[in-house]
């Protein structure tokens, strides 16, 4: 089974301009989490979908960020106007039911100078 | 503060020696607990978890966890270790009656292990 995908690997940008990540979870998986890492802050959940449904966005920085997932195989991270301070790499994961491990995609490198 | 920590930012082994990396976490119950990989330029790979019972665990690539409840903590371990091995390494936690359902994993900062041939 192909894991959980994600688009683009790498990503450089100039600040001010529109970042678009995708993300296409596991077959049958009714979880999927947007997490952020940066040497500084580590591992972050910034939000995460139950059968396409946003639960918990508490994790989501700041109004420039904001997640979709028009459906079960498909998510979007949109980050409008990008800054500096988003450079990161970006994870998608996703799980079945509730506390089943996640797993998760090789991430989007981002940068934005 | 409910939290998960890993005491040890890095450590160094020579190869074929054990390893051992700690785990702690502070809550009221016991969590799921998670051990994951991660290789320079990946995602994260799932090594082994716990959820009840038996508290070893046995994983992949020859790694194992046990569950000590009087000491909360969840300690990853490897008899020998092998040069293939050098990543990071992250202990997670999903918190006990988590509301809302779902699996909102916390993990901890992560211990960068190198391997000296």
């Known amino acids: 089974d192909a894991g959980v995908i994600q688009s683009p690997r790498h990503e450089v940008t100039e600040m001010g301009q529109e970042v678009t990540l995708r993300c296409k979870p596991i077959s049958g998986h009714d979880y999927l989490f947007w997490y952020r890492q940066t040497m500084m802050r580590g591992l972050e959940l910034l939000i995460y979908f139950n059968n396409n449904v946003p639960i918990d966005d508490s994790g989501m920085p700041e109004d420039r960020f904001s997640a979709k997932m028009p459906n079960a195989s498909f998510s979007t991270l949109k980050i409008q106007p990008s800054e500096p301070r988003d450079s990161a790499v970006y994870f998608c994961a996703s799980s079945r039911q509730g506390g089943e491990p996640q797993h998760f995609g090789d991430g989007t490198r981002l940068s934005i100078l | ?117």
Not at chain 2, 23 to 35: D, E, H, I, Q, V
Not at chain 2, 78 to 106: I, Q, R
């Open chain 2, 1 to 117: 503060a409910q939290s998960v920590t890993q005491p040890d930012i890095h450590i160094t082994v020579s190869e074929g020696a054990s390893l051992e990396l700690r785990c702690n976490y502070s809550y009221g119950a016991t969590p799921y607990l998670f051990w994951y990989v991660q290789s320079p330029g990946q995602g994260l790979q799932l090594l082994l978890k716990y959820f009840s019972g038996d508290t070893l665990v046995q994983g992949i690539k020859g790694f194992e966890a046990e569950f000590k409840r009087s000491q909360s903590s969840f300690n990853l371990r490897k008899p020998s270790v092998h040069w293939s091995d050098a990543a990071e390494y992250f202990c997670a936690v999903v918190p006990p009656m988590v509301t809302g359902g779902g699996n909102k994993l916390t993990f901890g900062t992560g211990t960068q292990l190198k391997v000296e041939l």
